[in-house]
């Protein structure tokens, strides 16, 4: 046994401890839980699998294949590479099956009980969830059709205004998904239906896998909150899979035949039973990412000053400051991965993960730093979706659409939150709208009963 499937299995041995602990836990946490491991093993157990078996030689255009890895040897570079990784994955699992013994202990007997959301209390909660998502669907259907729609990897939209309208559509789509109760189960199942075909969709639309894990993701949360079954575990388990294998069939549907044939070309030099899977493991590029922070070799990034700032700063928004503001993808990709390629005449935004951007910043400590954040952020995405308040459900909402939990470090973290608090505001006011216009008819009415009764008291009292 080499080096690097060494590595591997301690990756596998640690997403399995997380799983396992993650299977113990009742609620919300236990399906993000469940759902890094699966992310991460796609990114730093399968990809690596797949270039310890193939060998592939580097090709323009194929990002499976890593030159840098290749110039010093998958088995030394893969070994190498993921060694961090091992240790952030376990101080994660560590800090997963210390949260595990410490919400039994402390949920005792109340632990198998099915809450429901208090949100649904609020009788203008689902009708502000239709709202918002039909102004966000308006603004997809004028990002797509004017072409500003910014495709995975890119930077910026060309229409920041139309771009920003669509998160109205990500929190109203996952909040019906996760919320919409109807007394009829086939009419609930019809809906939570479309909506995720309209994510799979757009995912097609905007080349991300972004929308569609998104959905499913929500799928697990409605399941989460209304209880386990069989039919519910076959289902989730049928989307994702459904999601997965449809993402690189409706792919093709949008490439020219020059790009068909390119694809075939780079796809050829890998074993027939992987090709159909290449489209979406391209997209889990965390390996990536770690080669970019081992050919760092240590070298200073940002000050503990500057990493304060742009956190800071990542809250404010970019009419306000004054000038461009730090985007971690962006800088991530120049100045990162720009230390061992060439960058030059590319602009792409790029997922530096925990785990990576910790050992960058600040090494080992660094990486303990990263995956403690990543952890306190999913409890907290739990603790907002459980609230009543649409402000910090609709911030729960949009962590579930995002890979934070995934791929994000902390600089994406906080660009995340600083664009939901800026959208969470927005659907605050369209819910206080909403409230607004669904009482305008209940005074109407209480007006006129009082009216008619003081007419029918003065009518009595004037026959006596």
């Keep these: 046994m080499n080096d690097a499937v060494y590595e591997v299995l301690l990756i596998a041995g640690a997403l399995t401890t997380i799983t396992v602990a993650a299977m113990w836990i009742k609620g919300i946490v236990r399906v993000f839980l469940i759902a890094q491991a699966v992310y991460w093993s796609l990114s730093y157990v399968v990809r690596p699998i797949v270039l310890l078996w193939v060998q ?30 091992v240790f952030g994955l376990w101080t994660y699992a560590t800090v997963v099956v210390g949260y595990t013994f410490w919400i039994r202990r402390r949920s005792g007997s109340n632990r198998n009980t099915v809450a429901r959301p208090r949100s649904l209390a609020d009788k203008n909660f689902i009708p502000t969830l239709w709202t918002v998502f039909g102004i966000g669907m308006v603004g997809r259907a004028l990002l797509y059709a004017t072409g500003s729609s910014a495709s995975a990897g890119q930077t910026q939209s060309s229409s920041p205004i139309l771009s920003f309208i669509t998160l109205m559509a990500v ?17 609930t199942f019809a809906v939570i239906g479309c909506l995720t075909v309209m994510e799979l969709l757009w995912t097609v639309a905007v080349e991300s896998k972004t929308p569609i894990m998104g959905a499913a993701l929500a799928i697990a949360v409605r399941f989460a909150l209304t209880g386990w079954t069989r039919v519910k575990l076959a289902a989730i388990a049928a989307i994702s899979v459904v999601g ?21 070309v780079l796809d050829a030099s890998y074993p027939p039973i992987l090709q159909p899977f290449l489209s979406i493991l391209r997209r ?10 081992y050919y760092m070799g240590g070298r200073p990034w940002l000050t503990m000053t500057e990493v ?15 000038g461009n503001k730090f985007h971690a993808g962006t800088a991530w990709a120049n100045e990162v991965r720009g230390a061992s390629v060439d960058m030059t005449n590319v602009s792409v935004s790029l997922a530096e993960g925990n785990i990576n951007e910790g050992f960058v910043l600040g090494g080992y400590p660094g990486v303990v730093v990263g995956v403690i954040f990543t952890f306190v952020l999913l409890l907290s995405c739990v603790w907002a979706l459980q609230t009543r308040h649409i402000f910090l459900i609709s911030l729960g909402l949009l962590m579930i659409e995002v890979p934070v939990f ?59």
């Design 171 to 187: 929190i109203g789509t996952l909040g019906l998904i996760v919320f919409l109760r109807f007394d009829d189960p086939r009419m």
């Design 284 to 293: 889990f590029d965390l390996l990536e990412a770690a080669t970019d922070s």
């Design 244 to 264: 997965i294998a449809a993402f690189g069939w409706l792919q093709s549907f949008k490439e020219s035949d020059v790009a068909k044939s390119q694809s075939a």
């Design 56 to 85: 592939p030689q580097p090709t323009y255009g194929d990002s499976v294949a890593d030159p840098r890895l290749s110039t010093i040897g998958y088995d030394h570079g893969i070994s190498s590479v993921l060694q961090p990784v």
């Design 406 to 464: 995934f791929e994000r470090g902390i600089f994406g973290s906080a660009e995340l939150l600083g664009k939901s608090v800026q959208a969470a505001v927005l659907v605050w006011i369209v819910y206080l709208a909403v409230g607004e216009v669904r009482r305008r008819p209940e005074r109407s009415s209480t007006d006129h009963s009082s009216y008619s009764g003081t007419q029918l008291i003065d009518a009595t009292r004037e026959k006596e």
């Design 308 to 322: 304060a700032h742009n956190v800071i700063f990542s809250f404010v928004p970019e009419q306000l400051v004054g």
